[in-house]
């Protein structure tokens, strides 16, 4: 069980990070704007979720489960969403803390 926790974790990380991050490249643009309209037609602001690469990864969470409920019997959302979240933002948070400049080298 805690392999399909992990792949779960790994797979919806992924596929969040190429949602947001990369939304803007061919062929992900393709699939981003067919998301995003289906997204509008239930709420305005929901297509806006594809902006924030956290808040996919949890929804990202339940479509990766229910592959794996189909072809396992895994299905541990909300649960694994929430753990993908928090993995999601603490990834983001280290590696914008680490592409951040010195400011004491760049001052004269």
Do not use: R
């Not at 061919?26 to 602001?45: A, C, D, E, Y």
């Not at 990766?64 to 541990?76: N, Q």
């Amino acid at each position: 069980m805690i392999e399909f926790f992990i792949i779960s974790l790994m797979c919806s990380f992924g596929l969040a990070v190429i949602l947001v991050e990369k939304s803007e490249d061919w062929p992900v643009n393709i699939i981003t704007s067919k998301i995003k309209g289906i997204l509008g037609l239930f709420n305005n602001n929901l297509p806006n979720m594809l902006e924030c690469t956290t808040c996919t990864s949890f929804w990202a969470s339940l479509v990766v489960d229910i592959i794996l409920y189909l072809f396992f019997g895994y299905f541990f959302w909300p649960l694994s969403g929430f753990a993908t979240a928090g993995f999601t933002w603490f990834i983001m948070e280290f590696l914008n803390a680490i592409d951040k400049p010195d400011e004491d080298i760049t001052k004269d």
